[in-house]
């Protein structure tokens, strides 16, 4: 292991893992429980320079940190919304290029810094907010684009946002547009809910790719 770079060190700490416990009732709708532990400690870190990045819930001193080295930020502030203040929201958007957020989320991220969706875009390239079953809608100044949900039985909802946000940035990371990239979230979270567990159902790309199509024609050329 040490031939291929592993780093081999053994490290204590009188810290714990940082974990979540996911409660879903009956209809499907969830709540989260958060223990920081470890994680406690990013804000005091000193971050380093990323050409793509994608901050979620965590510090908002350490995302601010993170926004302002990186070349291309992906801004994802979840449940954690409640822990910024105007300020420090703002000092992440300003630094960023793309927020990925729910309905609740869009709202709270107005009323804090009293802007509006076309004020936004004046900082940002991309908006997506997602809408559970309703599907998700990309916001540029070119306009907004609504990505329906792919239709499955839904057997657990846990991890759907997170395989969207993967099928978004692989669909990216692959030269595909926005919106193509939107489309491919959506199918790589309706595989996600279809299994228990969050991670059992994983697709590779030729899955992904055929449900594409299924759902939403031939993929378009790469932009």
């Known amino acids: 292991m040490k031939e291929i770079g592993v780093e081999m060190s053994l490290y204590f700490s009188d810290k714990e893992t940082s974990r979540a416990y996911v ?39 350490y995302n601010r940190k993170v926004a302002e080295l990186s070349e291309f930020v992906s801004f994802d502030p979840g449940q954690d919304i409640v822990n910024y203040d105007s300020e420090s929201l703002w000092g992440v958007l300003s630094n960023s290029d793309m927020l990925i957020c729910n309905r609740f989320e869009i709202t709270k991220i107005f009323s804090m810094l009293d802007m509006d969706m076309n004020e936004l875009l004046e900082t940002l390239e991309f908006v997506i907010v997602t809408c559970d079953a309703g599907g998700s809608v990309v916001h540029t100044n070119e306009g907004s684009h609504h990505i329906k949900a792919v239709d499955v039985d839904v057997v657990d909802p846990t991890g759907a946002g997170d395989g969207y946000r993967a099928g978004l940035f692989v669909g990216m990371q692959k030269g595909y547009d926005i919106v193509t990239s939107a489309k491919i979230g959506s199918v790589v979270a309706s595989f996600v809910i279809e299994s228990e567990g969050a991670q059992t159902n994983l ?19 790469k932009s």
């Open 203 to 221: 697709p590779d790309w030729k899955r992904a790719l055929n449900r594409y199509k299924k759902e939403f024609g031939e993929i378009p050329q």
């Open 23 to 61: 409660i879903t009732d009956k209809k499907k709708n969830q709540i989260t429980y958060f223990y920081w532990g470890a994680s406690e400690d990013f804000e005091r870190m000193k971050p380093v320079k990323r050409e793509f990045v994608h901050l979620a819930t965590g510090s908002p001193i």
